[in-house]
């Protein structure tokens, strides 16, 4: 990298074991000589978990049948023991420590005793997964990494050392010592899994020229490690590892997740698949890690794991990871597939939203363990019904159609009202010259669409969370416009003095900044819509059946063309004072369904708490969830319109009766 480079774990030495060793002492020494913190920092419960994993897989190089088969690779072994016990009790007290341990003395006993491969590796697993449970931390992106700016990072701070292609023969090698190391070294790849060369990205290797890059956002040293870590696989490679991906699901099985990628190297993954298939498997999902998340067999192994880690931590007395990770299993495991499962059982789709409103309000409620586990395994129950619903077999031209209609419909007729009712009242107004706003800001949203589908195809990947946020918090934005535009509709359907208000008020009104206004609310209102729908459609597209996922979008265009056609001709016809009452009607019936929307969003995204309401019907079309804060939202919303309403109408009779017009 710029002064430095990867010379990563293998600078010191070449073959596997004495370097292995090498990186993790070093990352031990980095992490152990922290300050101790009140709470665990990632950098020391990654590389205790690191540790862990390295025990599991390499004892079995260290002893055999109760005997030392390598005498290095056994002092090892009992190295990292002492190292996670000496780790876990440097960190911050927790209810599940004493376990910790526990479990930690009782590996450490069997390494010395000389215990089975077999027993030692499931004691090292558990602990590392008891450890990650008291201790919730990142052990992978968070969402595919943007491998397009890796590359340009790479170029800007690695190839003078490793070189552009990674071969080690950058300008500045000859400079160095030791020389950077040649990514395009294959027995040396094997040996690497993305998450070793992440910690080396993030905290830099002693006695090397290779500097820390902690300063980098986290996104951007992953996808550096996705990023180098392709170079010893070739792209003719990667397009086997899609054919065998695309086509065994036990292989999809191994990777359900991010964690499970990052965490893996090649070379354990050819002693379990053979060399050939792993090399091909590794070159593809390196080059395409979003593959794991956007599963094709409709998998919610994530979910699971993430509410299996959060049942771990409420046991363990630790509220906010408990609902850290059930909010996870959400937002990172579910939501991705939410789109397809809401054309195939948009009840069951609702239910799980339920389920998962009554998970997080007992987690945050401190419900008994046994209340919260029964909330938990009725949630994993109904995921176990979504995979059903979203297996390969299950996907349909006509389940394809009628989801692409649906959506499109349900989506684009929030939107269409609003921007319809926008339209009339300008024209009514005779106002045709700042129509320009209104349809610039439809279109601008379109176009903006547009881009975030480009975007999240090639470029990012949208979390759950950033579409429940800004679906929420478009709504809010356009429920707080839309009750004060109510309400003046509601005051000027009883003034008899309209028309002279028009030309007194109106026009200067509209000639100064309404216009940006109303290019900004119709904007938002669109573009609230058109996000959803798109990722919706990119969801729906890649079941691969698009010409009818088109035919749906077509229909349903075609019907809401119908629909503005029909609003304008009728709203043409009305006299002023009823196209106003009944727009003010529209209009306020439209702020209350996007209140409930609005917060049922940030709930989602958990931004709000919930607190569930056991007799409110779940009524998603009208914005009524059955919650607390969105019932109280709604009410609200109709109690200022109630209130605007009696004002507006107050003032317009006390205008008419002065004789001025109403303001």
Not at 4 to 12: D, E, K, Q, W
Not at 347 to 368: C, D, F, S, V
Not at 453 to 463: K, L, N, Q
Request: aromatic share 8%; proline share 5%.
């Amino acid at each position: 990298m710029r002064s430095g480079h990867l010379a990563a774990s293998t600078a010191v030495a070449v073959h596997r074991p004495f370097s292995m060793r090498w990186l993790i002492l070093i990352l031990a020494a980095l992490t152990l000589s922290l300050p101790a913190s009140a709470s665990a920092s990632d950098a020391e419960v990654q590389t205790t978990w690191r540790l862990l994993d390295y025990v599991a897989v390499d004892y079995s190089g260290a002893v055999s049948d109760g005997r030392v088969t390598s005498t290095a690779e056994y002092a090892e072994m009992t190295e990292f023991a002492g190292q996670v016990e000496a780790r876990i009790r440097a960190l911050a007290p927790t209810s599940a420590k004493a376990d910790l341990l526990r479990r930690s003395g009782t590996l450490r006993n069997a390494i010395a005793a000389k215990a089975p491969p077999a027993t030692v590796a499931e004691q090292s697993r558990a602990l590392a997964a008891a450890l990650l449970a008291a201790y919730p931390v990142p052990l992978a992106p968070s969402s595919p990494p943007n491998l397009t700016r890796a590359a340009a990072l790479y170029a800007q701070n690695c190839a003078a050392c490793h070189g552009v292609s990674g071969n080690g023969h950058g300008p500045n090698a000859a400079k160095l010592d030791p020389p950077p190391i040649a990514f395009t070294d294959k027995a040396r790849a094997d040996q690497r899994s993305l998450f070793g060369l992440y910690q080396v990205i993030s905290q830099g290797l002693d006695g090397t020229a290779m500097q820390s890059f902690e300063a980098l956002p986290d996104a951007d040293r992953w996808a550096l490690a996705f990023h180098v870590g392709q170079f010893a696989y070739p792209e003719a490679a990667a397009r086997d590892g899609e054919r065998l991906w695309r086509g065994d699901a036990a292989l999809r099985a191994k990777y359900p997740n991010l964690a499970a990628l990052v965490g893996v190297t090649p070379a354990a993954l050819a002693a379990d698949i053979g060399p050939d298939k792993a090399a091909a498997l590794t070159a593809y999902l390196r080059r395409h890690p979003d593959a794991v998340t956007m599963r094709v067999d409709g998998s919610l192994a994530l979910t699971r794991e993430r509410l299996d880690q959060s049942m771990a931590a409420y046991r363990a007395g630790d509220r906010k990871a408990a609902a850290d990770l059930a909010l996870s299993a959400y937002l990172d495991g579910f939501e991705p597939v939410e789109p397809v499962l809401a054309a195939r059982d948009a009840a069951l789709m609702a239910r799980i939203e339920g389920a998962m409103a009554k998970l997080r309000a007992a987690i945050g409620q401190r419900r008994p363990a046994s209340e919260v586990e029964a909330a938990n395994r009725a949630l994993a129950s109904l995921f176990t019904e979504a995979e059903a619903a979203l297996a390969p077999e299950r996907a349909s031209s006509a389940s394809s159609f009628l989801g692409a209609f649906g959506v499109l419909l349900r989506e684009g007729l929030e939107a269409l009202l609003i921007v319809v009712a926008m339209i009339a009242f300008l024209k009514k107004t005779e106002r045709p010259e700042v129509l320009g706003f209104v349809h610039g800001g439809w279109i601008a949203a379109l176009a903006a669409g547009v881009a975030t589908w480009f975007a999240a195809t090639y470029f990012i990947s949208v979390s759950g969370a950033s579409r429940e946020l800004t679906e929420g918090f478009g709504s809010l934005f356009a429920a707080i416009i839309l009750l004060t535009v109510g309400i003046w509709m509601h005051g000027k359907s009883n003034a008899e003095a309209w028309q002279r208000y028009v030309k007194a008020k109106v026009t200067d009104a509209l000639s100064r900044q309404s216009g940006w206004f109303l290019f900004l609310l119709s904007f938002v209102v669109v573009y609230r819509e058109v996000f959803e729908t798109i990722l919706f459609y990119a969801a729906l597209w890649a079941e691969g059946n698009g010409v009818a996922m088109l035919a749906g979008a077509g229909a349903a265009t075609g019907l809401l063309a119908l629909v503005a056609w029909i609003m304008l001709r009728f709203s043409a016809r009305l006299p002023i004072t009823q196209f106003f009452s009944w727009s003010s009607i529209l209009i306020a019936i439209l702020a209350v369904v996007l209140a409930g929307k609005g917060i049922a969003g940030l709930q989602e995204a958990g931004i709000l708490g919930v607190v569930p309401l056991a007799n409110v019907p779940r009524i998603e079309l009208l914005g009524l969830f059955p919650t607390t804060e969105t019932v109280l939202a709604q009410a609200a919303a109709i109690l200022v319109l109630v209130a605007g309403f009696w004002y507006s109408g107050r003032s317009a009779a006390t205008a008419h009766s002065s004789g001025s017009p109403a303001e």
